[in-house]
């Protein structure tokens, strides 16, 4: 049985009705995903870790904040835990709010365990995405920090399109500092080509 204590994905499953906790629990149990129950918004707030990876399993009403309440803090607080919402009194326009809210999914109650369990899957792959994509930024980010004041005027310009004469021109610095400072820019960002450095630039931003 997954450990919840572990660092592999956990399936959050905030709904204030302890049956379907307890039941979601068990679902994603017995198909060796870990998950954990939240018995309302604040308890899931305080207790939960946003840093590991995973998904949210969101029941839309509950007493106290809703689950389109918890969307929109997370929303604000940049978190990324994809959510799949559930439901027991669902409708074609709250199904339409939840997707243009960034909901992965929305299942009405009772729900089809295939169905859940794939649109879980489907989140925590999302997540394993975004959290690629946020490392690699991160790490485009750190080399590209690394530069000199003049490294960077050159990385700048010639991700603007000028050849090395225009470089210098613009800076008045010889074309020998110009290219000097572009070498040296591509060996701290680890690149071997233009084309790669500008992938890695585009990458930072």
Do not use: W
Request: glycine share 6%; charged share 25%; net charge neutral.
């Amino acid at each position: 049985m997954p450990d919840p204590a572990a660092d592999g994905p956990l399936v959050r499953i905030v709904d204030d009705q302890f049956s379907v906790r307890e039941a979601v629990v068990d679902l994603f149990a017995s198909v060796g995903l870990a998950a954990r129950g939240y018995a309302s918004v604040a308890e899931f707030r305080q207790v939960d870790d946003p840093t590991r990876p995973g998904c949210i399993v969101l029941d839309v009403r509950m007493p106290g904040s809703s689950g389109f309440d918890l969307l929109a803090t997370m929303t604000a607080e940049e978190q990324t835990l994809p959510v799949v919402f559930v439901t027991g009194h669902g409708d074609i326009a709250m199904a339409v709010r939840a997707m243009k809210a960034g909901a992965v999914d929305f299942l009405p109650k009772p729900f089809n365990d295939q169905q859940l369990i794939d649109a879980v899957n489907a989140a925590i792959r999302q997540n394993a995405t975004r959290r690629a994509e946020a490392r690699t930024t991160a790490d485009a980010a750190r080399r590209l920090a690394s530069l000199s004041e003049g490294e960077a005027d050159v990385l700048r310009l010639t991700v603007e399109g000028l050849r090395i004469k225009q470089i210098a021109d613009r800076l008045d610095i010889s074309e020998i500092t110009v290219k000097t400072r572009r070498a040296r820019v591509m060996q701290k960002l680890e690149v071997g080509s233009l084309i790669d450095l500008l992938r890695l630039y585009d990458r930072s931003r």
